[in-house]
């Protein structure tokens, strides 16, 4: 049954113009992460894939804090979509990443070795300052919200954004990796 709800929800999903995906919370996105930065939007361009099958927005991002994984100064991830001289490619839930605008991301790196979000957009948390208080903010724009294990459209009330104030992001994702660290070596041994 299960299945075939998310069946239906796919087929429709172009319909609506939204992408389904499972909604993700702070662990989730931490655990899925390679990588997980904060870091401003220096560039961005849209190439063709090498089959000029699909188009994707190349992003530069200059790295200001590295919350997981290896520190670099600068790196590249892609998203879906984009226009290329005068054809184009809208995805739903994707994302719009402009010069100039921080985030904090949680990457994963696909066969290609690209880094690309975790759970699409909802893998950017939008950093602004609010009051005096700096905080980062996910959104869902463009994807329909499923429960992860039911596979059923969640309900209005649950389909609220992640919305910290940015210390307390990283407190939290710092924590969640030292509780995975104990699973990892048991793994490896």
């Not at 998310?6 to 662990?27: E, I, N, Q, W, Y």
């Not at 208080?133 to 039911?150: K, M, Y």
Request: proline share 3%; net charge neutral; aromatic share 4%.
């Amino acid at each position: 049954m299960a299945r075939l709800l998310l069946l239906l929800l796919l087929l429709s999903a172009p319909a609506l113009g939204a992408t389904v995906a499972a909604r993700l919370d702070l662990d989730t996105l931490t655990d899925k992460a390679e990588l997980v930065v904060r870091g401003k939007i220096e560039s961005k361009e849209a190439r063709w894939d090498a089959a000029q099958t699909g188009i994707w927005t190349h992003h530069a991002l200059k790295v200001s804090q590295t919350l997981k994984g290896e520190a670099r100064a600068n790196l590249e991830f892609v998203t879906r979509g984009g226009v290329v001289g005068n054809r184009g490619q809208h995805v739903a839930g994707s994302g719009n990443f402009e010069v100039g605008e921080e985030f904090v991301l949680f990457l994963w790196r696909d066969d290609d070795k690209r880094l690309q979000l975790v759970g699409m957009v909802q893998g950017a948390l939008k950093v602004s300052d609010e009051n005096g208080v700096t905080r980062a903010r996910n959104s869902f724009a463009g994807l329909s919200l499923v429960d992860p294990e039911t596979l059923k459209a969640l309900p209005q009330g649950e389909r609220l954004p992640l919305d910290l104030e940015v210390g307390e992001l990283a407190r939290r994702v710092a924590e969640r990796i030292k509780a995975n660290e104990p699973a990892k070596a048991e793994g490896a041994k």
